[in-house]
């Protein structure tokens, strides 16, 4: 990672962090970004997480660290690298991308699967990024499928997840390339396969 790029990085991300607080927005995701050297990155990341830490801490902004695909030169995709920084840094919470996991490696077949992976972390997941995978796990390709079911993870597994109690706080995005409709769609699935949180969806006005 250059200089003035990891400088800059900081730079925005502490600007996020002043227009989070404008918002009136509880939270803030970033990506943790990659180097060709892991090591070499992985001291980076730390001791620039520990600097945003500090400053999010007095706007009083969580910052969440989202996982990546293990895509080529990604420092951060795995339980154990959420666990490891967990406890490093106190204050520090996560958004967990489903694909990303998928795509990185992890099994995830249902929410009792997700759950018992997740659960030395589980109060700190802030967000989960709701996503599909377009292309096989472990393949370490980040590509999305936007629509939710028709990717490599399936129906099922989010079927069990939006009916699963555990999860039912915890905010859930799903993310489509700019296409309005594939939210809207998505939207539409989820409410399909819900229980739990059905009168919810059911009030919102989702085009057929």
Do not use: W
Not at 36 to 60: E, F, P, Q, V, W
Not at 72 to 92: A, E, V
Not at 104 to 117: N, T
Not at 132 to 151: F, P, Q, V, W
Request: aromatic share 10%; with cysteine.
């Amino acid at each position: 990672m250059k200089k003035n790029t990891r400088g800059y990085s900081i730079y925005v991300a502490k600007k996020t962090c002043d227009l989070a607080k404008l918002l009136g927005a509880k939270s803030v995701v970033i990506h943790p970004g990659s180097n060709s050297n892991k090591l070499k990155g992985s001291i980076l990341m730390r001791d620039a997480l520990g600097k945003l830490l500090y400053y999010y801490k007095k706007h009083d902004i969580d910052l969440l660290l989202e996982n990546m695909s293990g895509q080529r030169n990604s420092l951060f995709y795995t339980i154990k690298d959420m666990i490891s920084y967990s406890k490093q840094f106190p204050g520090l919470k996560f958004c967990f991308d489903t694909a990303h996991a998928f795509i990185g490696g992890m099994k995830i077949a249902d929410s009792e699967m997700l759950y018992q992976s997740l659960k030395p972390i589980i109060n700190r997941i802030g967000c989960l990024h709701f996503n599909d995978a377009a292309t096989s796990c472990n393949s370490g390709n980040d590509k999305h499928e936007s629509i939710l079911g028709k990717g490599y993870v399936g129906i099922n597994f989010f079927r069990s997840m939006i009916n699963d109690e555990r999860f039912k706080n915890i905010p859930k995005i799903t993310e489509c390339k700019n296409e309005p409709h594939s939210y809207l769609k998505n939207l539409k699935i989820l409410a399909s396969n819900s229980k739990i949180t059905r009168k919810g969806f059911n009030q919102l006005q989702i085009p057929a």
